[in-house]
């Protein structure tokens, strides 16, 4: 039942563990999606907390929100989805390779998607300083002139908070990869019965890309 | 013996073959759906422009948990965990936003849509940004804002 890989000192050590409170394999990896899932869930309300402020003032104040969302680089928005989506699918296909077992192709994977992630970062750094230079900032720190709408501040407390919410998360995807990527180079032991590090770690990065499938039409284009 | 077989239908459906052609085009259609996106966003369309943006957004991110994130070869409990999430994220967003539309106009935020009173100012320090106006404006305003 169990898939077993060779280690360094030669002794052959089951892949994976099966706990012994489990009564099977499936149940154990089961067990390990449900609770991902359930940590995804409370990472999903984390960022509602954020689209719900974005709700409410865009009720309150449409013409600052209209204003503003057009005051950012649009050219730049797109491109880092599309740099985020492209991400998640060799995220995904990292975890089709892990089941095959070929481990050469996960790690050849997960690292374009930490590529992408970097690429993303980078872009995001320069929208950032962008913003940091005209003075379209949070609350009191706003100087922008060209936007003078009651409002248009809150807009970019929302931005920046959302954005960088987002970021911190693709930084620890990142983390969470990386530690996939590691394995897969220096154990190889991912296999049809042992793919659960890299299905969740990728489950993770889809998340970060679902929060940013719905920040980009919401920041950047209505 | 109902979870039991629960993971049983989801391990055989994980590791049933689609081979990786599924998820180039799930990429595929999600690459579209950007561009559509993106172009329909750019016209600025005037009442139902939120509207199709979020519905886009919501097929985009239904793909990605479906095909992505493997849910439509899970069952039961992890079904049901996100749809309970998405349930609550509305429910959130539904009760606050009724609230700012009816409530007393006098307790929305000045300036507002839904509030007679005129802001002060726009909620902001244009001349003298703790860092930023501070900077820029670097000796030419030396008023002082009684906050």
Known sequence: MQSSASTADGTVAPVPRLAMHFASLEVQNHAARLGMWLFLATEILLFAGLFICYGCYRFLFPEAWAASSRSLDLTMGTVNTIVLITSSLTAALAVHYAKEGKNRMVAIQIFLTLLMAVGFLVIKYFEYSHKFHIGTLPGRYYFYEGIQLPGAPMYFTVYFCATALHGLHVIIGMVVLTFSMVRALRRADFGPNNYTMVELGSMYWHLVDLVWIFLFPMLYLV | ?147
């Open chain 2, 1 to 147: 013996m109902a979870i039991a077989n629960e993971s049983r239908q989801e391990a055989h459906n994980m590791e049933e073959h689609h081979g990786a052609g599924r998820y180039w085009l799930i990429w595929g259609v999600l690459l579209v759906l950007t561009l559509v996106t993106v172009i329909t966003g750019r016209m600025h369309l005037p009442s139902f422009g939120l509207v199709l943006a979020l519905v886009i957004a919501t097929v985009k991110g239904t793909l990605v948990t479906l095909y992505f994130m493997h849910l439509i070869d899970h069952r039961g409990a992890n079904r049901l965990v996100f749809s309970v999430s998405i349930l609550f994220v509305l429910l959130m967003l539904a009760v606050p936003l009724l609230d700012l539309g009816t409530r007393f106009r006098g307790s929305n935020p000045p300036g507002s849509q839904y509030s007679d009173l005129q802001p002060p100012d726009i909620g902001a320090n244009v001349k003298e940004g703790r860092f930023g106006g501070g900077v820029r404006s670097h000796g030419s305003h030396e008023q002082s804002e009684g906050h």
